[in-house]
């Protein structure tokens, strides 16, 4: 267990242990006053004063954000332990009503330590709980005192017993129902982001593994790249005479151009941070450039982009992995609808909200669960090799984003991009 988790539960132990000196302080005000027992007020208000002074001191590290470790934990019951040993001890031994409070270290150890320890715990209670049966100091009623009789040989100290039983029972129902469930639920939210953190190493070992593919593969195709860019050059030369052909091998060119850019900001940005490879930009361009260079490798497939953001327009990091991220879900958006998309952009809470708006059908419920998974493609048949929307998640995570399909009326799919601006923003490098 990590130093926040025993921070966390240390804080809830000093939560219960707040509840503790309360119900002791109420328990000894009403036996004095309404039952009129004498009890040792110096004992009771110094193992009082005590847990409050041990209280504070803990609080205080806990205010400084000292480490807390195991051992600590267990010092704190432990001593929990002793002090409330010396108050039953002072204050009518096994029959003080609220002896139960023994459990309450217990639960604690139970919960947020080691079997060891929680066994040790459950020894040195129930030690304590028997020595108390013959080793303490009686407590004697007042108004009883002229007939020698003292609390536990007492009809009216048995009664007092029975209510105090009942207390003590309603006191450690809310105690057990609150603060153990809250350590219960603080066990399964760190089981749960441990469980998360592995599915983040895992899609960042398949990342690596890609960008590594990605690079050799641009290596590879850069010399092809550039023998088809000289050769289309020439045929633009030789046939400009023929309107036609002459557009076709220049758009020809245009496409082999922008291959060849992907694959150089694919090599120069190889092992750069994200502030070095970056640079800043006001949202608007950002997505406006990225939408004209979609048109270009894409111009059968009209794309109409509504932009609605604030002026002035806030920076964002012009980041070509976020850049290449929208490409993929406006090309799984055009894929799914060649006769035209729609994208809008807008700021609602802090948050860059970008739609991207198709008119094909919605995915079945297998397949839409499937949807980002590596390798799992629904277009196998055109080609699709199943990882433009998986790495498409990826950035946005980076960036701590999302995207969202959900169906549109009366057909279509909207696919749904949220990026907080704060993230998006430029790091100033140290």
């Given at each position: 267990m990590s130093s926040l988790a025993f921070a966390t539960n240390?804080?809830?132990?000093l939560w219960l242990r707040v509840v503790m000196m309360a119900a002791l302080a109420l328990a000894s005000i009403v036996a004095t006053r309404a039952f009129d027992i004498a009890l040792p007020t110096i004992e009771v208000a110094s193992a009082i004063g005590l847990m409050l002074v041990v209280n504070l001191f803990s609080w205080l590290r806990l205010w400084r954000q000292a480490r807390i470790h195991e051992l600590e934990l267990l010092t704190q019951l432990l001593l929990d332990i002793a002090l409330l040993t010396w108050l039953f001890y002072v204050t009518g031994g096994y029959s003080n009503p609220f002896v139960w409070m023994y459990l309450l270290p217990l639960s604690v150890a139970a919960v947020a330590l080691p079997w060891r320890y929680t066994w040790l715990i459950a020894a040195l209670v129930i030690a304590a709980y028997s020595l108390l049966m013959?080793?303490?100091?009686?407590l004697t009623i007042h108004s009883a005192m002229h007939h020698g009789a003292s609390y536990h040989e007492h009809d009216q100290g048995f009664s007092l017993h029975l209510l105090g039983m009942w207390g003590g029972f309603v006191v450690s129902a809310i105690v057990i129902a609150f603060f153990v469930e809250r350590m219960g639920r603080n066990l399964r939210e760190y089981d749960k982001l441990l469980a998360e953190s592995r599915e983040k190493l895992l899609a960042s070992e398949r990342m690596l593994a890609l960008g590594t593919l990605a690079t050799g593969a641009a290596h590879e195709l850069g010399t092809p790249l550039s023998t088809m860019a000289v050769i289309t050059q020439e045929l633009?030369?030789?046939?400009?005479?023929?309107?036609g052909l002459s557009s076709s091998l220049t758009l020809l060119r245009k496409q082999i151009d922008r291959c060849k850019e992907i694959l150089s900001s694919i090599t120069a940005s190889a092992g750069m941070m994200r502030s070095e490879a970056a640079s800043s930009m006001?949202?608007?361009a950002f997505i406006g450039q990225v939408t004209e260079r979609w048109?270009?490798?894409?111009p059968s497939t009209p794309i109409k982009v509504d932009i609605q953001l604030p002026q002035p327009c806030p920076l964002i990091v012009a980041d070509l992995?976020?850049?290449?991220?929208?490409t993929n879900l406006i090309n799984n958006a055009a894929d799914a609808s060649p006769h035209g998309i729609s994208l809008s952009a807008r700021v609602e809470q802090n948050m860059l909200i970008i739609d991207i708006h198709d008119q094909g059908s919605f995915p079945s419920a297998d397949r839409l669960a499937l949807i980002g998974r590596p390798f799992h493609s629904t277009k196998q048949d055109a080609g699709g090799l199943g990882l433009g929307i998986f790495l498409a998640k990826s950035v946005l995570e980076k960036f701590d984003g999302e995207v969202a399909f959900t169906p549109r009326q009366p057909q279509g799919t909207l696919s749904r991009v949220r990026i907080p601006l704060k993230n998006l923003q430029l790091k100033p490098t140290p």
């Open positions: 240390l804080r809830r132990l013959f080793w303490y100091e009686p633009v030369q030789e046939h400009q005479h023929d309107p006001p949202a608007d048109q270009e490798m894409r992995a976020l850049g290449q991220a929208l």
